[in-house]
């Protein structure tokens, strides 16, 4: 008697899960951030256009006379936060604390890690401990 072991049928299952998983998408909800030297109406149209193309973003709003930039993002977006500072930057401006509203997990080191940008912050726990994903809203610098 001669057994053969086949290796279609596990490669169809292991096929069909990963054809069923849907990619993790970054989980950024809001960001408040300063922009510092924002104070003139044309130079924040200018930047407000260029976060608005960023992928994720839904809406910028900017206040000249704060130089804050308020940005919803939509759902399963792919925003990544070292992204935005960069396009600050682009524009000539420097990017400062922001509030961030996002959600994600604790890892092992006990940082904040939005799900699935790869980004990471120190943010103080809840006394409760979650595990799991979480809504947060924490500041940066």
């Known amino acids: 008697m001669i057994l053969r072991f086949s290796l ?9 899960l990963l ?13 408040q951030l300063r922009v510092y030297g924002l104070d003139c109406g044309l130079c924040a149209r200018g930047v407000a256009a260029s976060v608005g193309r960023l992928d994720g973003v839904k ?3 900017v206040n000249v006379k704060t ?14 936060m070292a992204r935005l500072r ?3 930057q682009e524009n000539g401006f420097r990017s400062m604390e922001a509030t961030v509203t996002a959600v994600g997990a604790f890892n092992a080191a006990s940082k904040f890690e939005v799900a699935g940008s790869g980004e990471a912050y120190d943010v103080p726990q809840s006394s409760a401990k979650d595990h799991g994903a979480v809504q947060l809203t ?3 610098r």
């Open 8 to 16: 279609r049928i596990p490669i169809l299952i292991l096929t069909g």
């Open 59 to 61: 809406t910028v709003d």
């Open 138 to 140: 924490f500041n940066i």
């Open 19 to 31: 054809m069923a998983a849907e990619p993790l998408h970054a989980e950024y909800l809001k960001i």
């Open 86 to 88: 960069k396009v600050i």
């Open 67 to 80: 130089g804050l930039l308020e940005i919803e993002l939509s759902p399963g977006n792919t925003f990544k």
